[in-house]
């Protein structure tokens, strides 16, 4: 088949060779290439009008001032983004998520990496399978359900958290966990962090496997103790799963919503406002529907430059053994 | 994921509802003709604050009785709690989806649907002197008026009263406070006797503005109060707010277990403290009077009073207003069932439906005049409602009396105050701030 396209294409390019003989593959080509578009049409549009229609039409709104009510809507240029400069809560909202990403980078990937080489080197693998359940299970559980029930826990009178602390000598360590500016985000985060934790361990756990074990073998024939296993075997070569944990974890926290929401709303105080709730409070309580579109584009500016180098690192050549 | 997909789940509907209102939201330019003679076919559509036990079965037995009386009536039902009707009206609204008929607070509220051209002008059906309006009392459908006209259906009235435990109060060997001083000393031998004195939850920060809101009433003269709510008009500079705020925060510290955790509590849990009888007081809506008392709850009707938020010694404001106001029904300026919507809300607060209503499990003292009486609701609904009718003056809630960025300025505010975050000075300067952007 091949090579009668070949022959053909060949004949082709004599001058002044009739032409049927040259149409007849462009045309089913091009026909080929009509019916393939169409297959892959539906695809495009839902695409088209579902994510990608929504974000210019977002970047319209974030240069707008809109009443919902009325529905009117007014140019106000840059407006919406200077007054986001000039927002105190903009800025600590963005302090916590920068917060948020870098206990998530400490708990998702460098606790995870140590947790996930500890079950790893378990012996038996009966034990390795029910620690991996065990740390996997939280993950399991929805993002609302573990935030109602840390929610709970955290209460400051009935809740388990004081409850333990008071009876095993430890009360003064009590608080209002949610309730007070100066420990609420920091409980959202660590109740993320359980959830998320066992997620990350168990992927690092799939990138150790796939180690060959003769290094491991040739590491301890020449002695080496096992924290500088860890360091001069694991760490370098799951390298690629630890760089996509990363930028996945930092994308991840940039769009943290339903904890703060479930747990805090935002408050006490806006101390827990994170970008999503502010953008959710800006608009659906404060009807500033324009100025919460601008949020929207920092938050999409932020994620796509994550998501990009999140490409060019898995684009990158692969760690070869 | 799970956060992406919240994420972007949050980003779509905003996202989704400022889009559709292009196609949709102001598509249509019909205007409601109330008076018209109603076509008793097709579909209509209600958004109620009526989600939850006991209210859900109210609205729906309606729509059941309705259907029987007009079998080609379809009745769409949408009902929403207290925390989630303000995200859903609001969704439906960018939308351009809002039903025929759909719940709605007074105050700056219901006048953004009004001055949006979204709520229907009922003044030729309900106004005082028509045949339906003369059903209300004045003060209920006065509280929907705008521009001399008027927009909604008040269904119930409502207002804040603290319930307390009459045996908690008995142990304790404390009167009923007759003044804010006398309410703070008796929490002391209130805790001596086991109780929490007051049980209070602040976790989505207004039942903290419900506090404020009445301490302001008193505090504040009400021309001042009413000029600050409006942020072309508002000074915010009378002293008054501060003694308000520092109020507040003592009662907050001297009063409650959860002190400056109560932020972390949620508002039915407290509910649940006076209800369990493990707290002697609670500072509660009308709407509320029959849920703690209802079967099975430790505390019983007959353990169960209320008294006014006492007012503080030299206040200057109002020692005669009562925080609350009725709340009731818009009917959608551009339904194409306007008539019909008249019509179903003209059965809901027909006599013998506005009894139900008032009685228990419901216990939403209805705004038709004559529908609370000691024979149809609990003594306490009864005598909550007699004195809201007696008060000098109704001021409504603070969440909804004035625009939302003043209200979430006083929302932070009081959280920060129960934190002890920042001080009554600091809370007043970031609402001024907010109240002079909102200009």
Known sequence: ??????????????????????????????????????????????????????????????FLEWDIYSGSQTFVGGDNYAKLINDPIFWSALGNNVLYAAVSIVFQVCAALVLAAIIESVRRER????????????????????????????????????????????????????????TAMM??????????????????????????????EAAAIDGIGTIRRFFTVTVPLVREMTGLMTIVTISGAFQVFNEVMVMTSGG?????????????????????????????????LVTLVIALVQLWITHRRRVEW | MQRRNSLAAAAL????????????????????????EPEFSGSLSILTKFAGEPLQPYFEDLAAEYKELHPEVEIELIQETDQSIKDKTKTLTASGALPDIYFSWTGDWAENFVGGGLAADLTNVIAPGTEWGDTFGQASLDAFKYNDKYYGIPLYNNGKFMGYNKTAFEEAGVEVPTSFEELIESCQPLREAGYEPIAFGNKDGWPGLHYLQQLFAYNVP????????????????????????EQFKTLVDECTDSGEGTNGVLYTTAQEALAGGSAAMYYQEILEFDTVTADGNALTPENFGIFKLPVPAGAEGDPEAIEGSPEGYLINAKSPRAALAVDFMKFVTAPENAATLSSPPYGQPSAVVGAVTPETSSEVVHAGIDQVNNASQVVVWLDTVTVPEVADAWLAGGEAIISGSSTPEQVLESVRNASNAAK
């Not at chain 1, 892959?40 to 977002?58: D, H, K, M, R, S």
């Not at chain 1, 359940?133 to 399991?140: G, K, L």
């Not at chain 1, 929610?151 to 360590?173: D, Q, T």
Request: proline share 5%; aromatic share 14%; net charge positive.
């Open chain 2, 13 to 36: 509907l905003m996202v989704s509802a400022l889009g559709l209102s292009g196609c949709a939201g102001q598509s249509s330019t019909a205007v409601a003709d109330v008076g018209a």
């Open chain 1, 187 to 216: 409980s959202v985060i660590a109740m993320s962090q359980w959830q998320g934790f066992g997620y990350s361990t168990l992927l690092f756990a799939v990138a150790i496997q796939r180690i060959p074990s003769e290094l491991y």
């Open chain 1, 268 to 300: 006490p105080n806006n101390s827990t406002q994170v970008l999503g709730t502010w953008l959710y409070r800006s608009g659906f309580v404060r009807n500033d529907f324009g100025y919460a579109a601008a949020i929207a584009m920092v938050i999409f």
């Open chain 2, 222 to 245: 009400a021309e001042v109060l009413q000029a600050d709510f409006a942020p072309e008009t508002a000074e915010l500079n009378h002293e008054g707010y501060v003694a308000a705020l």
């Open chain 1, 1 to 62: 088949m091949l090579t009668v396209e070949g022959t053909r294409t060949r004949r082709a390019r004599v001058p002044g060779n009739p032409s049927p003989v040259q149409q007849t593959p462009s045309r089913k080509s091009g026909f080929r290439k009509v019916l393939g578009f169409t297959w892959v049409l539906p695809a495009l549009l839902t695409l088209g009008v579902f994510v990608y229609l929504p974000l210019v039409q977002n970047f319209g709104f974030s």
């Open chain 1, 127 to 182: 034990w390795r399978r029910a620690l991996r359940a065990v740390y996997f299970v939280p993950s399991a559980i929805s993002l609302t359900v573990a935030g109602l029930l840390f929610y709970f826990i955290y209460e400051p009178n009935l809740g388990l958290l004081n409850f333990i602390l008071k009876n095993v000598g430890f009360g003064a360590l009590a608080q209002p966990w949610l309730g007070q500016e100066s």
